[in-house]
Structure formats: C-alpha cells, structure tokens
C-alpha cells in the first residue's frame, strides 16, 4: 500500500513511485546497511536542456518535503523541485540500454536524449 504524505499544501498523489523503483532502492538500501536512509529526488538548473534531475540517498526528511512511501520505501521530494515534478513516475527500468532510474514526466515540453535533462 502506497503512502503520501506533505508538509505542503500540493495534491502529492500525482507523484507515482512505481513497484520496480521502490524495490531497487530497497535493495540498494540493504546494501548501505542504514535503515534511516530516504532516496531524495531533486531538480536543479543545468543540463543540456534547461534542469536536470538528481537522486541522493539522505537521512533527512526537511520541513515541506513531500514524502511518497512504497514497499517501505521513503521517497521525498524537496518544496521547489515538487512543483516540476507534479504527475510525474519514478521509475526503475532493466533493458539493452542498462539499469537506470528513469523520471516520465508530463511537465517537460523537451527531453535531452539522455533522459536526464528537460525544459
């Protein structure tokens, strides 16, 4: 069962944190061996297309995080970055490119081939 919780005012349930994403955190989470970890999804200025997105792990959840639980996983998504990222998927995917976190997100009017940077 899924979990959303924010210290914000925004309609969270719009941020999918699919099956496939959440176990791979999980997994890479028992391999950290620190249980107090959250994966923190962020978009910063950069990129060949205007903002990039980033992963961390970090044991702080801030004042007006969004926070998406799933399989026991905390996925948290700081106040500015949540605005761009409103209806977008978190997703983990396997296949002949390699293993990857991938964001499908309705909000980008431009992708960079990369998948890493949008407009």
Do not use: H
């Not at 995080?65 to 970055?81: F, Y």
């Amino acid at each position: 069962m899924e979990q959303m919780e924010s210290n914000n005012n925004l309609n969270t349930e719009a941020v999918i944190f699919t099956d496939a994403a959440a176990m791979k955190v999980g997994s890479l989470l028992t391999e950290e061996e620190n249980p107090d970890l959250n994966l923190r999804v962020y978009v910063t200025g950069g990129g060949c297309a205007g903002f990039q997105y980033g992963f961390s792990f970090d044991e702080n959840k801030d004042e007006g995080d969004t926070e998406v639980v799933k399989r026991g996983v905390r996925l948290i998504v700081d106040p500015m970055s949540i605005q761009y990222l409103m209806g977008a998927e978190i997703d983990f995917q396997e296949d002949l490119q390699g293993a990857r976190f991938v964001i499908k997100n309705p909000n980008a009017t431009t992708t960079c081939s990369c998948g890493s940077s949008f407009s």
